[in-house]
Every structure is written in structure tokens, then in C-alpha cells.
């Protein structure tokens, strides 16, 4: 009879007879046993790994960091994932739920800055659309500075290509695209001088009170 650690067969014998398993058994665990695992249900061992059961085998999951998908409104703090359509419509533009939303625009009125909050709030949407076109001008820029000595070459309808003799010449578009540049940039400038002092001006209101 086989020994174990530390232990006679005299001993082993009586482990057995009193219902108990003298061998240690390594790497067993019983929540892994997948008979009565459903297609698709998930569950955690006693080393915290993640199984899933997959085409009526067990597969082990990778980690993953838990990310946290909140919407929560800025004002009250209620999660606008578990609203209605209309914290879904206007939680993604203003951060608020849609009660926050109305009750904030009432206290606007009240207080006589709703048309600069209006004011505001296109200014942010111009900003959005200058920054984005002032990047795809700086690549654009800088597409042509880094290909300015490339040699000159077409593509032809089947897909091959034809190089002719000489250099790209982006000149003209490089000045088109530097001048675009300094455009958008002084206009970004000026925007956030307005941006900033409308904010200024109704937060100033807001925070007084009738």
C-alpha cells in the first residue's frame, strides 16, 4: 500500500474507514466540475481565475481590468443609465439629467443670462469644430514637408503606378495650409478670451442669490 507523508498503512486504513482521503490531491477543485455548468454561465475558483463554460467545455478567461461606465449627472449625482430617453438625450451634451437640465435652464432664465448661456454653449461646439480642423491641417502640413523631395508619381485605373522625373512641389498647398493654420489658431484664440468670460458671467449669476 501506497504511503503518504508521514503517515503508516495501519493509519491510511483507518482514513479510509472513516470516510476520509489520506492522498492530497493537487490542483483539484470542485467548482471547476462542469456537469452541471450551463452554455455560457461564468463562475470564479477558489484562486479567483474566471471560467466560463463554451461549447460544453470549461475555458479559463482572461483578467481584465473592471471598468466603470457611469453617467452620472453633475448636479445631483443620479446614474443616467437606469433614466429614461430623455436623460439619454441630454446627459451626453450637458452632463445633467433631463430634470437637472430643465431646472438649470429655468434658473438661466430667471436669472437673465440664458442668451449668453446660449451664446456659450455654440461657442464650445465652434471650438470643437476648429480643433478638429486645425489638426488635420497641421498633418496636412506636415504630410507635404516630409514628401516635398518624393519623386513625382500617378496611379494609374488598374492600380499600378507611374513615376515621371522630377520632384513633388507641394509649394502651394503648404502656403494654402499655413495660412489656414494661423486662421484657425488666432481664432481660437479670440474664442477662448469669449468662452472665458461668458463662463465667468454666468457662473457670477448663478452662484447670487434672488
Not at 14 to 22: A, I, S, T
Not at 111 to 125: H, I, Q, S, T
Not at 179 to 193: A, H, M, P, Y
Request: glycine share 6%.
Amino acid at each position: 500500500m501506497k504511503k503518504t507523508a508521514g503517515k503508516s498503512n495501519l493509519s491510511i486504513i483507518k482514513d479510509y474507514v472513516n470516510g476520509e482521503r489520506p492522498f492530497i490531491q493537487v490542483g483539484y477543485d470542485p467548482s471547476l466540475e462542469s456537469s452541471d455548468r450551463k452554455e455560457g454561465e461564468e463562475w470564479e475558483d477558489s484562486l479567483g481565475r474566471r471560467w466560463v463554460m463554451k461549447n460544453g467545455y470549461k475555458k479559463r478567461l482572461p483578467k481584465k481590468a473592471t471598468i466603470i461606465n457611469e453617467k452620472r449627472c453633475t448636479c445631483c449625482n443620479m446614474d443616467t443609465r437606469w433614466g429614461n430617453y430623455l436623460d439619454d438625450r441630454v446627459w451626453p451634451k450637458t452632463g445633467l439629467c433631463y430634470d437637472c437640465f430643465i431646472d438649470n435652464e429655468t434658473k438661466l432664465r430667471i436669472k437673465g443670462v440664458w442668451e449668453d448661456y446660449n451664446k456659450l454653449r455654440e461657442l464650445k461646439n465652434v471650438k470643437a469644430y476648429l480643433v478638429d480642423h486645425k489638426q488635420k491641417f497641421e498633418e496636412a502640413k506636415k504630410w507635404c514637408e516630409d514628401h516635398k523631395d518624393d519623386p513625382v508619381t500617378f496611379m494609374e485605373e488598374d492600380g499600378s503606378t507611374e513615376t515621371w522625373e522630377g520632384k513633388q512641389d507641394y509649394t502651394k498647398i503648404l502656403e494654402d495650409v499655413t495660412d489656414d493654420l494661423k486662421k484657425v489658431n488666432e481664432r481660437l484664440s479670440n474664442i477662448d478670451d469669449e468662452i472665458l468670460e461668458l463662463t465667468k458671467k454666468c457662473d457670477e449669476a448663478m452662484s447670487n442669490e434672488t
